[in-house]
């Protein structure tokens, strides 16, 4: 018992880069999205285009191929980055890309006629946008955002192919070490508490953007 005590605290030691660069990458990739949707439905044709490249090599590339990109190829064109700073801005464009199609999709769902309610109340964009838009939006794209919140907590394990101490390379160390595969089963439990935090919180906030039904 003892043993996996010992073992379950130096993994849960990994958990915390794998908490930072999650918390990171939710909390900048998010907005990105928001952001870059609202270009790809704008009406400039040059923001539309660079987006648009922007979402086609983020989403046709591996994330693994992008993260040793950041990390080893950058330094060829002079800028070195720490292994965080380098896993942090690769996660954040990758999901970035995801979140503003799904925003994208989500905003577009939305019925023609409310632009012309608000139209008629005498609303300007940004406040169409904010009130009437984004609020029925964010209702319809939380089960795939969602989805990829869940996804992300499992791609975080790629960094240890940088050589980060997350939850993999800790449990990966420890069977090196030991030759019992206990430590990936406890890495497992883990993940699994982590994936069901975040099912938690998202159903909470679909019952809270359930008003807009």
Do not use: H
Request: hydrophobic share 50%; glycine share 8%.
């Amino acid at each position: 018992m003892s043993y996996i005590v010992n073992i379950t605290g130096f993994i849960l030691k990994g958990s915390v880069i794998t908490l930072k660069l999650y918390a990171a990458t939710i909390i900048f990739s998010i907005p990105l999205g928001i952001i870059c949707a609202l270009g790809k439905i704008s009406k400039s044709r040059l923001i539309r285009i660079i987006l648009e490249l922007y979402t086609w090599i983020f989403r046709g590339t591996p994330l693994l191929l992008q993260l040793f990109f950041t990390y080893y190829g950058l330094p060829v064109f002079g800028i070195r980055l720490g292994q965080f700073e380098a896993a942090a801005i690769t996660f954040i464009f990758n999901y970035g890309a995801y979140f503003t199609e799904i925003f994208r999709a989500g905003i577009e769902s939305i019925d023609k006629g409310q632009y012309e309610a608000a139209k008629a109340l005498g609303m300007n964009y940004r406040q169409t946008m904010s009130r009437i838009i984004l609020p029925q939006a964010i209702k319809r794209v939380l089960p795939p955002t969602s989805n990829e919140a869940i996804t992300l907590i499992k791609d975080t394990a790629l960094v240890a192919a940088i050589g980060m101490g997350d939850i993999l390379r800790a449990a990966k160390e420890v069977l090196t070490r030991d030759f019992k595969v206990t430590s990936f089963m406890i890495a497992g439990i883990i993940y699994l508490l982590l994936t069901s935090v975040i099912v938690m919180v998202f159903r909470k906030l679909e019952q809270k953007y359930s008003i807009y039904e």
